[in-house]
């Protein structure tokens, strides 16, 4: 059950990628969504997309993980494809069959939303595949904590996640656990119309929130004992540190994106 | 063992909802560096103890002192770091996503400095054997291993005082051996005062001095040689007797002349295979 899992999808590796500083890592996606809009034409796209293997490369990441990765979001891209080159209905005429009629434009407009969409998707599965879940986690309590002038509960935010990140396997453990018993007494999950299906997963459902509950009550108990007492005087164990490969990085990003803007027309 | 480490001063306490008291007028002292045994059936009011002790709720009448400190609402974050307390489900009070992690939690609130963090967690964790597991999640550990985690998470805080509210009835005899032996070698080595709540009388017969709980009430104080004399009333109070102390008492109805009850296998089986040649 846990392969199928998007946070389980971290791949470990030793590489340049992987050592980032996860806000960085974070910023930098970001940034990348946005210049990836500067690209209009032949080369500044091929600038992108070489700029994006160069990072799967660097990232040490076998293609394999990334293909499993991308497979389910590759149909989306396909279909954009299609809707760009069916539906565009300017510039010459490339190919005419039937009531299937290409032009120019639709062409070149389906390869490269597709392909912006592609990179999009290759960039941020990146992140995933190369920083673990509750390292993610700690980049963006630190980026948020600008927002604690506002009230923003960031501290608060960071524990969810953190506590939701640590609890995912135990209750994927348990829900196998309840739908072995509840088969046992001859629930059946996997046959059947949808209807009756959706209804057998209300006894699996129940069991597992009145333990979440209890689970919630007990965890909050062991926390309090331990001294928590919120976000306040609180020192971290895990510490980021921002490194010099960082800050390589950016520049090579800014690199990029003022060469974009000379060549793009 | 004369300075009282807490005091319980005619204690009582009851839930709001209940009508009974689940704690009725409890008085009695725990000395530094003792291991005490809380035993009842369910519903002895042990648990409530424990939180009580713990300041997670406060008595109705009567008062409670740890370490020369009166325990109440303003002083409780004081108490609690005198006591680390180990629950019942190992999964439920594992709040970090690794091992060091969670060591570390209760240091982070406490608000120590990193440089000392970072010796405390590896310190505890070799304190209880967990050193190769630094970066293990927790549902590739075992029951045991939690435990014993969550145990170095209490001594990296160096508490005083350490209690198990029923921390090894989940575990097999495997787990619950394992977390035991580490809880003695942690006693000796660094005189910490053990508090276990436990229904199990195994366990609590390795203690140094057995508490009794009954119905809310504080039902027999005493030595586990003396506690395991109540042989019959221990039964009816829903508690079941230690093998060894069982056979003993068959054996010597039996007309087998044993010189005392025996706590442990070990013990019974040294005077059983020696006791011919004695004769």
């Given amino acids: ?265 | 063992m004369t300075e009282p480490l807490v005091e319980l001063k005619n204690v009582s306490f009851k839930y709001d909802a209940e009508a009974a008291y689940a704690l009725d007028n409890i008085s009695f002292n725990i000395f530094k560096g003792e291991w005490l045994a809380i035993v009842g059936h369910n519903g002895s009011g042990k648990s409530t103890l424990a939180k009580l002790l713990n300041g997670l709720h406060f008595p109705l009448e009567g008062s409670i002192t740890v370490g020369g400190i009166s325990l109440s609402e303003e002083t409780v974050w004081e108490t609690r770091k005198k006591i680390g307390m180990v629950f019942q489900n190992p999964d439920n009070q594992f709040v970090g996503t690794t091992v060091r992690d969670d060591v570390a939690f209760g240091l982070e609130n406490h608000g120590i400095e990193r440089n000392d963090m970072v010796q405390r967690v590896t310190e505890s964790l070799e304190k209880v054997k967990m050193s190769s597991f630094l970066n293990q999640e927790p549902h590739h550990l075992s029951g045991g291993q939690k435990q014993r985690v969550a145990i170095a998470g209490v001594i990296a805080l160096r508490p005083d005082i350490i209690i198990l509210d029923e921390s090894t009835s989940m575990l097999d005899p495997r787990g619950r051996e394992e977390v035991l032996e580490t809880v003695r070698e942690l006693k000796r080595d660094y005189h910490m005062t053990v508090i276990s709540i436990t229904h199990d009388l195994e366990e609590a017969s390795k203690a140094d001095r057995i508490v009794v709980m009954n119905k809310g009430e504080l039902y027999r104080e005493g030595t586990p040689e003396e506690i395991f004399q109540m042989d019959e009333e221990l039964v009816k109070l829903g508690l079941d007797i230690p093998f060894p102390v069982k056979l003993s008492k068959i054996l010597r109805e039996k007309g087998l002349p044993l010189s005392r009850h025996y706590l442990s296998e070990e013990e019974l089986v040294e005077e059983l295979w020696t006791s011919h040649s004695k004769m």
Avoid at chain 1, 16 to 21: L, N, S
Avoid at chain 1, 120 to 143: H, Q, V
Avoid at chain 1, 161 to 169: A, K, W
Avoid at chain 1, 230 to 243: A, D, F, H
Wanted: glycine residues 6%; hydrophobic residues 50%; contains cysteine.
């Fill in chain 1, 1 to 265: 059950m846990m392969d199928k899992m998007i946070f389980g999808r971290y791949v470990p590796a030793e590489s340049v990628i992987h050592r980032m500083d996860p806000r960085s890592k974070l910023v930098l996606i970001f940034l990348f969504v946005c210049i990836v809009f500067l690209a209009n034409n032949l080369l500044t796209y091929g600038l992108l997309t070489v700029y994006t293997f160069f990072m799967i490369a660097l990232s040490k990441v076998p293609i394999r993980f990334i293909y499993t990765g991308l497979k389910p979001v590759l149909l989306l891209v396909i279909f954009t494809l299609f809707l760009h080159l069916f539906l565009t209905k300017e510039g010459e005429v490339l190919f005419r069959f039937g009531w299937i009629t290409i032009y120019e434009e639709g062409l070149r407009q389906g390869i490269f939303i597709s392909l912006r969409f592609f990179l999009l998707i290759l960039m941020t599965s990146l992140l995933t595949l190369t920083t673990t879940p509750i390292e993610i986690t700690d980049g963006l309590e630190s980026l948020l904590n600008p927002l604690n002038k506002v009230k923003f509960p960031v501290h608060e935010l960071a524990l969810m996640m953190s506590i939701s990140l640590r609890f995912i396997p135990t209750l994927m453990q348990e829900t196998d656990k309840i739908m072995k018993a509840q088969t046992a007494r001859g629930a059946d999950f996997t046959s059947g119309p949808l209807k009756e299906r959706v209804k057998a997963i209300i006894p699996l459902l129940i069991p597992l929130f009145v333990s979440s509950f209890k689970r919630a009550e007990e965890l909050a108990v062991a926390m309090e004992s331990r001294g928590y007492r919120g976000g306040e005087g609180r020192t971290k164990y895990r510490q980021l540190s921002w490194g010099l490969k960082d800050t390589a990085m950016f520049a090579m990003l800014a690199a990029l994106s003022l060469v974009l803007i000379l060549l793009r027309t």
